[in-house]
């Protein structure tokens, strides 16, 4: 993505990130939802703020919207039904960091089976060369600034790359979502392994649900 909604776009997608970590059991459910939803109310401020002046204005958009309502409608229902068969099945998998499931599911979602399929493809494979990558930068004993250096790097990387080479996006985003989950004593193939795994069956998942959808 180019132009004033890169930045934005970005963030969102790194709040997306942060939302996987495991912190929901340290916090009430409605204390987790309202987060959520203030998190979204103000990344909908900050593109709404960035927009370009020359874009579709708001009417546009609506007139547009009200006229494609059922394609519009049955993305949003398809949408909604990946997320919750991802989260569920994240629930009941005994694995760490499940929910990446559900994340990658949703990140690979499109409202056509063949734009999602060519974007499943470039997350499995960016996800298993950002996940070999990472295992490999960890395997020698790093300090804290060294990953901070590596995080900084790789995130300037994805934001050069941007989401249109998503593939290349994925790759870097692997790389930071492994540095951030990075724990004293972990196996970090294993992790990167789970990553990988995790990211593969989202896949599957999103595009088990499109062709249903097509139905």
Not at 66 to 72: F, I
């Amino acid at each position: 993505m180019d132009g004033p909604l890169r930045m934005a776009a970005a963030m969102s997608a790194l709040a997306f990130l942060l939302a996987g970590i495991n912190l929901a059991a340290a916090i009430q459910w409605w204390e987790y939802a309202a987060g959520f939803a203030a998190g979204a109310l103000w990344q909908g401020v900050v593109i709404a703020g960035t927009a370009p002046a020359s874009g579709p204005s708001l009417r546009a958009c609506l007139t547009d919207l009200r006229v494609r309502w059922r394609e519009g409608a049955r993305y949003a229902s398809t949408l909604a039904a990946t997320g919750v068969l991802g989260v569920a099945t994240a629930w009941i998998l005994p694995v760490p960091h499940a929910v990446w499931l559900a994340t990658s599911a949703l990140r690979v979602a499109k409202p056509d089976t063949a734009t999602l399929r060519r974007r499943a493809l470039s997350r499995v494979v960016g996800t298993i060369g950002g996940g070999m990558t990472a295992a490999l930068l960890l395997t020698p004993p790093l300090t804290l600034a060294e990953r901070a250096v590596v995080i900084a790097l790789t995130v300037c990387a994805m934001q050069l790359a941007g989401a249109a080479h998503y593939g290349w996006w994925t790759l870097c985003l692997t790389i930071v979502a492994l540095f951030f989950t990075k724990e004293h004593g972990t196996d970090d193939w294993r992790l990167a392994g789970v990553r990988m795994s995790l990211t593969v069956a989202g896949a599957a998942l999103a595009l088990a649900v499109c062709r249903l959808a097509d139905w």
